[in-house]
Antibody
Framework: EVRLEESGGGFVQPGRSLRLSCAAS????????MHWVRQVPGKGLEWVSG????????GYADSVKGRFTISRDNAKNSLNLQMNNLRAEDTALYYC?????????????WGQGTLVTVSS | QSALTQPRSVSGSPGQSVTIACTGT?????????VSWYQQHPGKAPKLMIY???KRPSGVPDRFSGSKSGNTASLTISGLQAEDEADYYC??????????FGGGTRLTVL
């Protein structure tokens, strides 16, 4: 059974940084691409970033490009999202998702999310 | 990277069929056959219902079907059931390792 457990969320002031992590289990982690998707409570889904199985293919939403960095550690079955220069509009529930394939194409299985609140 | 366009809400009675449209551009929906649909119940994580425009993951009822014409993808739910009441989101690959979601559609089963 695929299991994805996000951590690292919390309350942070604008301009500060936060690092999210996702611990994966139940599948061969280094065979699959991974995604970060966020959702403001009560609002829609927004794709944030994706990374291919080998980290060779990485993409970002325009809204976070230059501020967020996605990375993965296949030896530790973990996915990370380094979020710098946070803004109030980054406040959301952040989901980690496994792709159907090894490249960034189709988010398939999702974790339960970790909440990030950016406020002064 | 503009969000795909979905109707804010649709509704139908049990047993009826409903279709949710998802309109993008030639840079996303129209350019790739990597459209997916997700169902999300309140307080829950999204669940993949359709991928590659029209394929169903194991365990998804065949009442759910997907299609695409030009820049518009569609999700059809036939034989509506009470448990289908949820939010539905489309998603498309948009090139250069990026994805874009639709704004979401609230399905109400009357």
């Amino acid at each position: 059974e695929v299991r994805l457990e996000e951590s690292g969320g919390g309350f942070v002031q604008p301009g500060r940084s936060l690092r999210l992590s996702c611990a994966a289990s139940g599948f061969t982690f280094d065979d699959y691409a991974m995604h970060w998707v966020r959702q403001v409570p009560g609002k829609g889904l927004e794709w944030v970033s994706g990374i291919s199985w080998d980290s060779a293919g990485i993409g970002y939403a325009d809204s976070v490009k230059g501020r967020f960095t996605i990375s993965r550690d296949n030896a530790k079955n973990s996915l990370n999202l380094q979020m710098n220069n946070l803004r109030a509009e980054d406040t959301a529930l952040y989901y980690c998702a496994k792709d159907l394939t090894g490249v960034v194409l189709i988010p398939e299985s999702w974790g339960q999310g970790t909440l990030v609140t950016v406020s002064s | 990277q503009s969000a795909l366009t979905q109707p804010r809400s649709v509704s139908g009675s049990p047993g009826q069929s409903v279709t949710i449209a998802c309109t993008g551009t030639s840079s996303d929906v129209g350019g790739y056959n990597y459209v997916s649909w997700y169902q999300q119940h309140p307080g829950k994580a999204p669940k993949l219902m359709i991928y590659d425009v029209s394929k169903r993951p194991s365990g998804v009822p065949d009442r759910f079907s997907g299609s695409k014409s030009g820049n518009t993808a569609s999700l059809t739910i036939s034989g509506l059931q009470a448990e289908d009441e949820a939010d539905y989101y489309c998603c498309s690959y948009a090139g250069r390792y990026t994805e874009v979601f639709g704004g979401g559609t609230r399905l109400t089963v009357l």
